[in-house]
Structures are given as C-alpha cells and as structure tokens.
C-alpha cells in the first residue's frame, strides 16, 4: 500500500497542479478584466479531496484490502451481465421497442424534442457508420448531405409546392446524388488525403449554399417550409380522408422513431451482405480486396452514396420539423459531431452508435444546469470514456479469439 | 514447345513515377508449371507482379494472359478470368473471421453449394483453418495466415497463381509446409504456378523453370537445376 503510493503520488501531485493551470483561466479570468483566485482554489480544493478519496480506494482495491467488498460485488455483476445475455434478443428488442413507443406519453415537451435529436442523428450516425465504420474512409464532410436533403425539401416544397412525402425519396435521391458527385474524384484518395478532401467538400457545398441567392435566400435561409402532411381516414359519411398539417411534437416523434428504426435495419441488412462483406474487405485492405475480384471503387463510390442517402432522409426530415433551414445549421462542427458519435459508440456496431448518440446528444442536455463548466464535464467525460474504452462504448463484435483461448 | 504459354510479358516496362523498376523484362509461363523469379532486394519482382495484376500500370510492352492482351483489364476482373494473386506479406483481413475470408475469396463467384463445397476442400487442405474457422484473421500465427492466403486464393478457382513471397517471416519447418501445399496444388489442381522468392534454394529446388532479375531486367533464364547448379548464382544467391 505505501510502496504503491509512493509510486503514484508524483505523476498525481504534477496532474492535479496541471488542473489547477487549466482549470483557473477558466474560472479566474472575467470578461471585465479582472482576476479572482477564490473561486479556482475552491472548486479545485473539492475536486482535489474527490480524487484522493478514488486513489485511496483505487490504491487499497489493488493492494487487495478491499477484497470482503470487491468480491461480493464482482459475483453479482457476473451474475446480472449472464442473466442479460441468456435473455433472447428479440425480448430486448420488444423491451426497447415498448419503452420508445411510451416515451412521449412520459416525458415532456422538452424531453421529446431531445428524443428527436437522438432520433435524427442516430439515422445521421448509421448512416456516416456506412462510410466510416463499415467501408472505413474517413469522411469529415459527411453533414453537407444533410444539408442537401434539407435543402432539396425546403427548396421543392416552398417554390414548387411539392408535399413532404414526394419530397422525402426526392431528398435522399438528390443527397445521393451529390455523394456521388463528390465522391468520383475524391475516392480515388486513400486515409488521410480522403479526409482533407471531404472536409473541403463539405465546406464547398455549405458555401455554395451561404451563396447562391437566388436558390437558397443565402444566409438568411428558406422560411415558411410546410410540415409533414397525412391524409386520416374519417368514416363520417362514407370514408373520405382528412388532410391535415402535423403540428404536434408526438407525431415528429414518431415519424423520427419510424426513420431511425428502418435506418437501423437497412443497416445491418447491408452489414450482412456481400456488398457489406466487399467493404469491410476493402477496409482491412484495399489492394488485397481489388486482387480478390472486389471492384473497390465502385463499391467505395456505393458506400459513399449509401451514406448520404441516409443523410439525405434524416435532412428532409428535420427541414419538415424545424419549418425552416439555413446554412449555419451544417457546419463542420456538425460533422465532427457525428464522427464523434460513432467513434465513441464503436465503428461498425449498431447498438454502440445508438449509446454513442445518446450520450452526445443526452450528456450536454443533463449538464444544461451546469452553465459555462459544460463543454468542460463533457470533454473530460469523453476523455475518460475514451481511456477506458478505447474501442468505442460497445465495440462491433467482430475480433473473435483464438480457438485455445475459447477452449480454457 | 508448341504450346501456348498460360502468361507471356514482352519487353515490359514499369515502375514508380520517376522510378524504374522493370527495364524491360520477357519471360513465358507455361500452362502446368511451377516457375520461380528469383532476385536480390529491389530487382523488381514484387512490380513484375503487380504490372501482371494491374495494380502497377505497365508504361510499355505488354501482358498476355492465356493469348488475351491483359494490361488494360482492371485487377478485380482478372480473378474472374483466373488469374490470382497472393499478394507478399499475405494481407488477409485482419479483422474479418477465416471463413469470411474465405468467403471473400470467391466474391464473383455466385454458385453458393459449390462455394461451400471449396470452403470445406480448403479446409481439408489446411485442418488449421478449419479449426480456427470463426477467428479473425488478424488473431493467426504467421504461418496460418500464409495458409490463409492461399486458400483464400484458391476460392477464385485460379488457373495460374502468383504467390509473392511465401516464406517471408517464417520459420523453416513451416517454410517446407507451404512449400509441399504448392506442390500438391500444382499436382493435384493443374494449376500454374509463378513463384517469386528471396529463398532461391527452396524456390528452385521446387520449380521446373527460374527466371534470375537483376535491377529490372532479367539476367537469366533457365531450367531450375540448371539455375540450382550454377557457379554464379550459387555465389550470389545461394551464400556459398
């Protein structure tokens, strides 16, 4: 216990003074220029005292004093994660299905509008998961498909007066549409080259967006984009049907569930295909997979377009739902947002991006309260998540174990 | 000999932008035959490769593969006409399982009981894998990879095989393993075979014919014992 403590204690002295650096131009610096240490010494003393008390419980639990209550816990963590997974999978899909469908009954107006979020960018994630996870090229530029499929809704419905159920394939055909474009003279690239250049992309198309006054109003953005129309049947006299605008927050939602639930199954429908089996071929190895018969351009090109397709859906959607789009709303921030997600809930892993999404979209929501120390909780707690699961918070189940290890 | 060779290159020229790294080299393949390209670091026999498969365009001369004119052919479609590479360093995907790999192999292919039926002959061929069938690739020892590689090759049913560097990073007793397979390919299956190797020994003590590259050309041709019992080449290749 001492020797281990001698050990550590300097690297933590160093890190906890580093904080103190960090921690007090932050807090001790004001707008009106003057400077304050009260407040940096207070909030630093209790983060301080916080973490001794996990080193100290970290330091005994390795030196194995804490034994009567690491044992005990570590048995029933054992038993629940078994008792999890011999409940069939269709059980948790109908747990999941059931709590989805409810929760605009339970939470409120806010708690559905961040629902949707979650919702739009889980359809965004799966979608960017295509281009990154599964064919494995690193597309910084991937919300300009977004912001195409909004566009094309915005633009076909308040010149041309066209309803959102045209409008819908229309939008991903032209999302689709642009990733080709896009996606012919860049995929030629590999790593890190492909990267810059969809970053450029997207810049480019987000410009042409700010610019082109007379298609897209310019920075002002398109106003006045109608909702999503449905037709109910009314039995009154005979059976007629009543068209009407959504204006409820519930329909959103539930129209925002339908879309990321068939986002969800295109997925892993294509992740189980040959076309899914010839990308993640040419993301473990290009050359090999072109000397095995995979055609990787076309297929890198497939990818690329599958992508925005998705893009393109989740854009018209949120067109529909916001009744108005402007540029500022696909920035590159945008992009890495969604990278994020994916990368931190596991590339290639369905259920992971889902969590990836919802701590992204969710965390910064729970730490509303905590005002201007926001972005701060929410880096340090993507650092940790990243030290602590380097693979992504549900990694794709695809690096299997060697047979002799599965045996013992 | 009368018969038309399964590969023929006719002055070909290749290489990287400013760098040359074939100077014109010729050399036939017979259909049936195990042939060995030999050479020192750098003389040119992985670009002779990858010129053939059409990863590196050939800048002049020409490729011919069973009589057709093959330098303009993109390299996905010539599994498909039978020509397959086992590329150096074996680059199996690391992260898919073995039978997935396997899988892969036969990408275009689309007779699906035939294909399992291979996968099962590949796996008859090497226990190994068939043991190790939903383990990633990545997880193998270098040895099983190679193996690996050469049953994912056999998957596109190829009518001749170019297998680069077979031996690399291996240790002898598995050295001799792969070396038996090729053999037992070539018996068995017909198919031709283009070895390219640093271990000249062993790759000409199991070929029929060598070809000796030199800085991008070829500097000699013969019968593989011929090569074997060479004054020269035992000096420059062989260590004595």
């Known amino acids: 216990m001492i020797q281990e403590f001698k ?8 890190g906890m003074l580093w904080l103190l650096g960090l921690l007090w131009p932050l807090l001790g610096i004001h707008a009106d220029g003057t400077l304050t240490f009260q407040k940096t010494v207070t909030v630093w003393i209790y983060l301080l005292a916080g973490t001794f008390v996990c080193l100290i419980i970290y330091l005994l639990n390795t030196s194995g004093y804490l034994k009567f209550v690491a044992d005990p816990l ?201 076309v899914g089996r010839a990308w993640e071929a040419i993301r473990e190895d290009e050359t090999a997979a072109e000397l095995m018969g995979v055609n990787t351009f076309i297929y890198k090109l497939l990818a690329y377009a599958m992508g925005a397709v998705f893009a393109g859906l989740a854009g018209a959607f949120f067109a529909a739902r916001m009744k108005f789009v402007s540029p500022e709303s696909f920035t590159f921030l945008e992009s890495a947002m969604v990278l994020c997600m994916v990368v931190l809930g596991g590339m290639g892993s369905i259920p992971g991006i889902i969590l990836g999404v919802m701590a992204l979209i969710a965390l910064p929501e729970v730490f509303r309260e905590f005002d201007s120390y926001r972005m701060l909780i929410f880096g340090a707690t993507m650092i940790i998540m990243m030290l602590f699961r380097p693979s992504g918070l549900i990694p794709a189940k695809r690096v299997g174990t060697r047979s002799e290890e599965k045996e013992g | 000999m009368s018969e038309q060779p399964i590969l023929e290159l006719k002055n070909v020229h290749s290489g990287y932008g400013a760098i040359k790294a074939l100077k014109g080299i010729s050399l036939k393949v017979m259909p049936g035959e195990i042939v060995a390209i030999i050479g020192a670091n750098g003389a040119g026999k992985s670009t002779t490769l990858m010129t053939i498969c059409g990863i590196v365009q050939a800048e002049k001369g020409e490729v011919f593969y069973d009589g057709q004119l ?51 002959h590949g796996y008859d061929l090497f226990p190994i894998l068939g043991e190790r069938s939903k383990q990633a690739g990545g997880t193998l020892s270098g040895g099983e990879q190679q193996m690996l590689a050469i049953a994912r090759a056999l998957m596109t049913k190829p009518k001749l095989l170019l297998l680069d560097e077979p031996s690399l990073g291996l240790a002898p007793l598995i050295i001799q393993q792969i070396f038996d397979i090729i053999a037992t390919i070539n018996k068995e299956d017909g198919t031709t075979i283009l070895l390219v190797e640093q271990n000249a020994n062993l790759a000409l003590k199991a070929s029929k014919r060598g070809y000796v590259l030199e800085t991008g050309k070829v500097s000699m041709e013969d019968d593989a014992q011929v090569l074997l019992h060479n004054e020269e080449i035992r000096k420059a290749y062989l260590g004595e």
């Open chain 2, 70 to 120: 093959i330098n303009k052919v993109s390299p996905e479609k010539l599994p498909t006409m039978g020509l397959c590479q086992i590329p150096e360093g074996r680059r199996i995907f690391p992260r898919l399982t073995v039978e997935e790999n396997l899988i892969l192999g036969a990408f275009h292919r689309n007779d699906k009981e035939q294909i399992n039926r291979d996968i099962q």
């Open chain 1, 7 to 14: 050990r550590v204690w300097k690297p933590y002295t160093i």
């Open chain 1, 74 to 274: 570590f048995k029933t963590t054992g038993k629940i994660k078994s008792a999890t997974t011999t409940l069939p999978t269709w059980l948790w899909f109908i747990l999941i299905l059931t709590v989805a469908l409810i929760y605009p009954q339970l939470a409120g107006r806010y708690g559905t509008d961040v629902a949707i979020n979650v919702l739009l960018y889980i359809c965004l994630g799966l979608g960017l998961n295509v281009v990154v996870g599964l064919a494995g090229m690193l597309d910084l530029g991937y919300i300009a498909f977004y912001g195409v499929g909004a566009y094309s809704y915005a633009i076909l419905n308040v010149t041309f007066g066209l309803g959102f159920w045209i409008c819908l394939p229309l939008s991903s055909f032209f999302a689709c549409l642009a990733g080709c474009i896009v996606g012919y003279p860049t995929l030629r690239m590999r790593g890190d080259y492909l990267a810059i250049v969809t970053l450029g992309f997207g810049e480019i198309i987000r410009i042409i967006l700010n610019n082109w006054m007379t298609l897209t109003n310019g920075p002002n953005g398109i106003l006045g984009v109608k909702p999503i129309g449905i037709f109910l049947p009314i039995f009154e006299n005979g059976l007629t049907f009543e068209h009407f605008w959504v204006k409820k927050l519930q329909f959103f939602y539930y129209f925002a569930l339908g879309l990321a639930i068939v986002a969800v199954i295109a997925v892993k429908r294509l992740n189980f295909s040959r």
